[in-house]
């Protein structure tokens, strides 16, 4: 098992900015890729932004050149780093970490963080 512990949520103003970090642990060898996905209230769960551990990226289209995640593997963090805020970008931001076994992926997820953007 994975698991996954979130931080950094809050309320901010548009324009602002926050850094969200997910903390993985447990049984951790193998986690290819990590990411955030977002949920905004009567939405379904998007992606928001994931890397692999070669330190591939890609982004949801809203988010590029405002959003950026990085990795440090040797903490087994994953961090996002989201500026310009907008109010379009409140939801509850979830860890994901895919870890491999004989081939097949395997989802592991954390809590949630809350995001709020708002005046």
């Known amino acids: 098992q994975v698991q996954l512990v979130e931080s950094g949520g809050g309320l901010v103003q548009p324009g602002g900015s926050l850094r969200l970090s997910c903390a993985a642990s447990?049984?951790?060898?193998?986690?290819?890729?990590m990411g955030w996905y977002r949920q905004a209230p009567g939405k379904q769960r998007e992606l928001v932004a994931r890397?692999?551990?070669?330190?591939?990226?890609n982004y949801e289209d809203s988010v590029k050149g405002r959003f950026t995640i990085s990795r440090d593997n040797a903490k087994n963090t994953v961090y996002l780093q989201m500026n310009s805020l907008k109010p379009e970008d409140t939801a509850v931001y979830y860890c994901?970490?895919?870890?491999?076994?004989?081939?097949?992926?395997?989802?592991?997820w954390g809590q949630g963080t809350q995001v709020t953007v708002s005046s």
């Open positions: 447990g049984s951790i060898f193998s986690i290819e890729t």
């Open positions: 994901n970490a895919v870890k491999i076994r004989l081939g097949i992926p395997y989802n592991y």
């Open positions: 890397i692999t551990s070669g330190g591939t990226t």
